[in-house]
């Protein structure tokens, strides 16, 4: 039995007719720097996460870069955010020359610890090196992180809050949909993601008018009111209209996508016996970006997983505080346990919308043992 991981075949034989039709319309305008399937995109994309704005951007990196680089995050500031994480989500921080502070995760969601993170507040203003600036939570594998409290805390410092919700586009939080939460949400269209595109693409998500003004400045080189004036430092951040054309197309089936998930996450819940399935507390509805489980001896499970020909993969084995990377910020083994205790136990395991009852009842064999 051949089970896929991911699934980008099978999606695409679903709606290959539309898909064609709306990259043939954009090849017909020619328009492919900001073509009107961009501007269509962003409406669509802030109407389905519920916020006023959104600005399609080239990369889930730049959809975090740019809120950052519009706040003027600079050497000196501490950003704080998980070490449980992609590494673009720190990687941004550094980018700018701040500093990020980790902070550890809850056992069971495995996101940002709102407790540790007022902690870790505390501690950088009592050392007063660094000027407390923002925090990054992010929506790991699906799940949004606990954004009323994580507000709370980042208020009584006035911390600002960027979601990195790369991993939840869909994702339910409290009746709110992710990308509406914090000042400002970033996601990613990298192709394995909930809605993902055929190449790289992102969008940044705000209420904040002001904020959405300056996005779309940073995203073309700071431009200002003429073609040729620049106001400000910026990037070249733009989606092309091609991408857009293919994440519109997979929008219109993106929610039918989702409750699919949630069905293959029911039944891994009910059928897997002998591994930590994941937590989703009430109020919450994940994206299911991931399947992600807990098991102690995990090479002896994934020997076997590989044995019976069933995909795999860890995420993260690495946590960012031990990363070569982030070497000049001093972290070592045994700061941040509860992530290194992840790292050590988790693995992925095939999650996608196509995915039948009969699949699950085969990696179920196999992991019950
Ligand atoms: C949590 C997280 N943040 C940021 C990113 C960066 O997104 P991209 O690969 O689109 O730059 C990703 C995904 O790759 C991610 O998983």
């Known amino acids: 039995m051949n089970i896929p991981f991911i699934d980008l075949k099978t999606q695409y034989r679903r709606m290959e007719d539309r898909l064609r039709a709306r990259i043939d319309a954009v090849l017909d305008h020619g328009r492919y720097i900001n073509g009107p399937e961009v501007t269509e995109l962003e409406e669509k994309l802030a109407e389905f996460a519920g916020t006023r704005f959104s600005v399609a951007c080239s990369s889930g990196t730049d959809a975090l870069l740019m809120p950052l680089m519009a706040w003027d995050i600079k050497p ?3 950003v704080f955010t998980t070490p449980f994480t992609f590494i673009a989500t720190a990687e941004v921080i550094a980018l700018l020359g701040a500093t990020p502070v ?4 809850e056992p069971d969601t495995f996101n940002i610890c709102p407790k540790a993170l007022e902690r870790e507040i505390e501690t950088v203003v009592r050392e007063g090196e660094l000027n407390p600036k923002a925090v990054i939570p992010v929506d790991l594998f699906g799940l949004c992180a606990d954004y009323d409290a994580i507000e709370a805390v980042a208020a009584k410092r006035g911390l600002i809050v960027l979601q990195d919700a790369a991993q939840s586009m869909g994702a339910e939080y409290k009746g709110k949909r992710a990308g509406s939460m914090g000042r400002a949400a970033a996601t990613s269209f990298y192709p394995a993601k909930p809605l993902g595109g055929y190449g790289d693409g992102g969008a940044v998500f705000t209420d904040d ?4 003004q300056i996005l779309k400045s940073v995203r073309e080189h700071g431009l200002g009111h003429h073609r040729y004036e620049n106001v400000r430092i910026g990037i070249n951040g733009r989606l092309d209209s091609l991408q857009a054309a293919v994440l519109l197309t997979k929008l219109e089936d993106f929610p039918e996508e989702l409750e699919a998930r949630q069905r293959v ?3 891994y819940g009910a059928k897997l016996k002998t591994v930590t399935t994941p937590v989703v507390p009430e109020g919450y509805r994940s994206a299911w970006a991931q399947y992600s489980v807990l098991v102690d001896q995990r090479q002896n499970v994934l020997d076997r997983l590989k044995e019976a020909g069933i995909p795999h993969t860890i995420y993260y084995p690495k946590p960012l505080h031990l990363q070569p990377a982030f070497a000049k910020l001093g972290y070592q083994t045994g700061d941040y346990p509860v992530s290194e205790s992840a790292s050590r136990r988790i693995f992925s395991l095939p999650m996608n919308p196509f995915l039948e009852e009969a699949h699950i009842d085969r990696i ?6």
């Open 265 to 267: 996450a029911d039944w």
């Open 209 to 212: 008018e002001n904020l959405y």
């Open 364 to 369: 179920a064999e196999v992991l019950n043992g």
């Open 76 to 78: 000196g500031d501490a």
């Open 102 to 105: 980790f902070v550890d995760i």
